[in-house]
């Protein structure tokens, strides 16, 4: 049950930052409320895209990262520490195939954080659906 509790706070935090991107970008395009509907469906139409490509972006980047595509990069930056720095011994370093075992076991209990590309992808389908609206009322 908690599970469930925490996943629905991280959706509605997720929502409330996705909002609040979009209604930025709606202002800094020259939101007012004295606009027609016209333009406010055009506003957030551009507001909610460029929260969906920052939603998308980095949720597919986390996805990626769960792979295990990445541990090569961690790998190569701690070897540059043993090579450059008097901080670690050569003999005491691992090898890349412990290294990426021990990273595999700590990965092993973890799932997969999804509801970042979700989100991104709602606002996405929003976008589209305002978009949608805009040219239905008349927008060109």
Do not use: N
Request: glycine share 10%; charged share 15%.
């Amino acid at each position: 049950m908690e599970a469930k509790k925490s996943l629905v706070i991280s959706y509605l935090v997720q929502s409330v930052i996705a909002i609040a991107i979009a209604v930025g970008v709606a202002w800094g395009q020259g939101f007012t409320t004295d606009l027609e509907l016209v333009w406010w469906c055009r506003l957030f139409s551009d507001g909610f895209f460029v929260s969906a490509l920052l939603f998308i972006g980095i949720g597919l980047l986390i996805w990626v990262s769960t792979t295990g595509f990445f541990d090569i990069f961690s790998y190569g930056f701690s070897s540059l520490l043993v090579l450059f720095t008097p901080l670690k011994k050569p003999s005491d370093h691992k090898h890349y195939y412990e290294y990426k075992c021990e990273k595999e076991a700590k990965r092993k209990g973890k799932g997969s954080p999804l509801s970042i590309l979700f989100v991104g992808i709602a606002c996405l389908l929003l976008s589209t659906l305002l978009v949608f609206l805009y040219y239905q009322l008349g927008g060109v």
